[in-house]
Every structure is written in structure tokens, then in C-alpha cells.
């Protein structure tokens, strides 16, 4: 079973930067697309960013020119670094990936909080 280990969550003040990753656990074959998705408290989780196989990427309005998704596929890793953090930005960021005939993979979580 593949698991994916997200990592570079923390405590930042607005402004500030993260950058999170997320690893799986062994080689993943037939990749469609891998994204970040975000829940706060109370809310529904929601698509923050996503890269296709393409490399085509898309995020949401919100966190445009200031989050950036990336990935290596070599290292079956996805990143997405954020920059500008403000205190709307804080929630528990999950990776998500897609493979090829619609198996998805999540991972456990890892909780970014802005604030000062």
C-alpha cells in the first residue's frame, strides 16, 4: 500500500514562507496528477494545487502568485511553496495523488498556521 508522508508544515508569520513536501513511499507508475488540498476548521477541504503529467498546473484565485506547485517524478515527490502567507492560509494541507484509472492516494496531513 502506498503511502504518502507529507512534511514543512509549521508556525509562520504573515508574510512568511513554507514550503511542503510529500514523498511516497515507493515508486508510483502511471501518475495522472498529484495536488495539494487544504481544510480549516470547519470548512470543507478544498483544491488549493494541482500538476498534471503534462506539467500544466493550476491553482485556485485565492493563492495565485504566491504558492507555486512542483514535482519530481523521480522522486515520486510533490512540493508546493508558499510565500506571502497570510492568516486565511491556515489549515491542515493534505497531497493527493491520481494514478492512471482513478486510484487515489492521500496523505496524513501537516498543519501550517500563520500568525503573528
Known amino acids: 500500500q502506498v503511502q504518502l508522508v507529507e512534511s514543512g508544515g509549521g508556525l509562520v508569520q504573515p508574510g512568511g514562507s513554507l514550503r511542503l513536501s510529500c514523498a511516497a513511499s515507493e515508486s508510483i507508475f502511471g501518475i495522472d496528477n498529484m495536488g495539494w488540498y487544504r481544510q480549516a476548521p470547519g470548512n470543507q477541504r478544498e483544491r488549493v494545487s494541482i500538476?498534471?503529467?503534462?506539467?500544466?498546473?493550476d491553482s485556485k484565485d485565492s493563492v495565485k502568485g504566491r504558492f507555486t506547485i512542483s514535482r519530481n517524478y523521480a522522486l515520486n515527490t510533490v512540493y508546493l511553496q508558499m510565500d506571502n502567507l497570510k492568516p486565511e492560509d491556515t489549515a491542515v494541507y493534505y497531497c493527493r495523488v491520481v494514478v492512471r484509472g482513478g486510484i487515489v492516494y492521500w496523505g496524513q496531513g501537516t498543519q501550517v498556521t500563520v500568525s503573528s
Open positions: 500538476i498534471y503529467k503534462s506539467g500544466n498546473s
